[in-house]
């Protein structure tokens, strides 16, 4: 059973910055490729930023130059450094992880972590 654990949202004003984490947890787990998702109210879950075990990065353009994904392998860990948050960042942020443990690859989904932008 593997196991995502989220955390970092919250309220922030419009300029501002926020982190956020994802650490998956199983037993013979192991990581090829973290990313962050987000859903804002009455729209459809869109990719934020992905990370692949070799390091390599995908953003969406609404993204770009403000937010950084990155990874710690050993750690099973994702980061998104977001900064110069907008209003339309306003969203439920939830950590993707494909991974597999032994020969079987599977994909998991965290709780999700509000993060909201005040103006």
């Known amino acids: 059973q593997v196991q995502l654990v989220e955390s970092g949202g919250g309220l922030v004003q419009a300029g501002g910055s926020l982190r956020l984490s994802c650490t998956a947890s199983?037993?013979?787990?192991?990581?090829?490729?973290m990313g962050w998702y987000r859903q804002a109210t009455g729209k459809p879950r869109e990719l934020v930023a992905t990370i692949t075990r070799g390091g390599v990065t995908n953003y969406a353009d609404s993204v770009k130059g403000r937010f950084t994904i990155s990874g710690d392998n050993a750690k099973n860990t994702v980061y998104l450094q977001m900064n110069s948050l907008k209003p339309e960042d306003t969203a439920i942020y939830y950590c993707?992880?494909?991974?597999?443990?032994?020969?079987?690859?599977?994909?998991?989904w965290g709780q999700g972590t509000q993060v909201t932008v005040s103006s």
């Open positions: 993707n992880v494909r991974g597999r443990v032994f020969a079987v690859t599977s994909e998991y």
């Open positions: 199983g037993r013979f787990f192991s990581s090829d490729a």
